[in-house]
T-cell receptor, first 115, second 115 residues
Framework: KQEVTQIPAALSVPEGENLVLNCSFT??????LQWFRQDPGKGLTSLLL?????REQTSGRLNASLDKSSGRSTLYIAASQPGDSATYLC??????????????FGRGTQLTVWP | GAVVSQHPSRVICKSGTSVKIECRSL??????MFWYRQFPKQSLMLMAT?????????EQGVEKDKFLINHASLTLSTLTVTSAHPEDSSFYIC???????????FGPGTRLTVT
């Protein structure tokens, strides 16, 4: 069974810092990996989706990398802002079996950026 | 595009009653919808996968007689929590998968509190 782990569980930094959030998964047979943002009491907003054949994806100040063979992904946030404060979730989609559509989530990294 | 709504956003009910939560894909058709629950500071746990016109597939440990799922159309799935108990209090999130795609689009979630 796929297990997704995110480190750290929580992170508190001053505004302006560059951040690294880590995600690891136990089964490298993935179709893609996705990073989400969740604000308190809200649903999920998709940030970046990396296909298994890709190494990285970028969107604005966010950059996500994927090392499928080692089961790792990182999310880089450049020049962090207080508005980046949220929980960041990593999820993987398996590439085989009857559960092709489902996602396996990590527990998330709770980020606080203070001014 | 790809907007998913949930109704209600919050609900408080008494122990022993039943509660229905709706999940709608507003601007696309979804053959598959997923129901997740999330406890405080925990990740999303998949409860069940519902396919339009057929019975839902429940994850291990999820009582199908307690969490009734109906997916009667390509834009609507409902989750009914029957005989609710305080331990059913949680945040329930649905997602919908577009026809022909593996990507899931998430609803804003429903906060259920059972007193």
């Amino acid at each position: 069974k796929q297990e997704v782990t995110q480190i750290p569980a929580a992170l508190s930094v001053p505004e302006g810092e560059n951040l690294v959030l880590n995600c690891s998964f136990t089964d490298s047979a993935i179709y893609n990996l996705q990073w989400f943002r969740q604000d308190p009491g809200k649903g999920l907003t998709s940030l970046l989706l990396i296909q298994s054949s890709q190494r990285e994806q970028t969107s604005g100040r966010l950059n996500a990398s994927l090392d499928k063979s080692s089961g790792r992904s990182t999310l880089y946030i450049a020049a962090s802002q207080p508005g980046d404060s949220a929980t960041y979730l990593c999820a993987v989609r398996p590439d085989r079996g009857s559960t092709l559509g489902r996602l396996y989530f990590g527990r998330g990294t709770q980020l606080t950026v203070w001014p | 595009g790809a907007v998913v709504s949930q109704h209600p956003s919050r609900v408080i009910c008494k122990s022993g009653t039943s509660v229905k939560i709706e999940c709608r894909s507003l601007d696309f058709q979804a053959t598959t919808m997923f129901w997740y629950r999330q406890f405080p500071k925990q990740s999303l746990m998949l409860m069940a996968t519902s396919n339009e016109g057929s019975k839902a597939t429940y994850e291990q440990g999820v009582e199908k007689d307690k969490f009734l799922i109906n997916h009667a159309s390509l834009t609507l799935s409902t989750l009914t929590v029957t005989s609710a108990h305080p331990e059913d209090s949680s945040f329930y999130i649905c997602s919908a998968r577009k026809i022909g795609s593996y990507e899931q689009y998430f609803g804003p979630g429903t906060r259920l509190t059972v007193t």
